[in-house]
């Protein structure tokens, strides 16, 4: 289980540079472009959202949209957990994380330490916010830096971001824009709620 929670990251400086492979998953929140190697996920690019997803588009299912000859086993794991986060959340927590393979996330850093507080605390259905990740991440006055964290979260979704909100309840801001953290957090509650029942 630890394993799941903590995935493998490996980065070495001067090491030399990886192959890259790119994939776009279509979702019901739009495309999501994902990139990363045999070690693992570089990144995901959310698009843009300038209107929230209703009806059948927020329940599409999610497919490969460009890219599926070339996925590694990292990029095949992401997919998976995609899939499973966006068209069966059930399934996410007994899927494997994929490993990441990105420099932010092997640096010894505040911003490293406040993304795997994230990753490892903040479950499904559940939201946080910035003051109480800093203090989960152990600097109780470090919320303005939890902000610049997930300002360069180079994982969003897996990493997720879209928990951390303001102390006053609102949302606060989104690298996919503010529609596609609402989307994503109704989307969890909605969820979390059918697992209630």
């Known amino acids: 289980m630890a394993s799941r929670l903590v995935p493998k990251v490996t980065f070495k400086e001067g090491e030399s540079q990886c192959n890259e492979k790119h994939v776009v998953l279509l979702s019901p929140v739009g495309k999501l472009k994902i990139s990363g190697c045999e070690t693992g996920l570089h990144e ?3 698009p843009k959202m300038s209107v929230l997803p209703s009806g059948a588009e927020s329940s599409a299912t999610c497919k490969v949209y460009e890219g ?8 095949k794991q992401c997919m998976a957990w995609l899939q499973a986060y966006f068209c069966e959340p059930t399934r996410v927590e007994s899927l494997p994380m994929p490993a990441f393979h990105h420099p932010l996330l092997q640096q010894d850093s ?3 330490q406040v993304l795997w507080t994230l990753l490892r605390d903040v479950k499904f259905g559940e939201a946080v916010s910035y003051k109480q990740l800093a203090d989960l991440a152990g600097n109780s006055r ?17 990493i997720p971001c879209h928990r951390v909100i303001r102390s006053s309840g609102q949302t606060g801001n989104y690298g996919g824009g503010n529609l596609m953290k609402e989307w994503l957090l109704s989307h969890e509650k909605l969820q979390k709620e059918k697992l209630a029942y």
Request: no cysteine.
């Open 110 to 112: 505040f911003t490293r």
């Open 44 to 46: 995901i690019k959310l």
């Open 142 to 158: 470090a919320a303005r830096a939890v902000g610049g964290a997930m300002r360069s979260n180079p994982i969003p979704i897996i």
């Open 68 to 75: 599926a000859e070339e996925m590694t086993e990292p990029l």
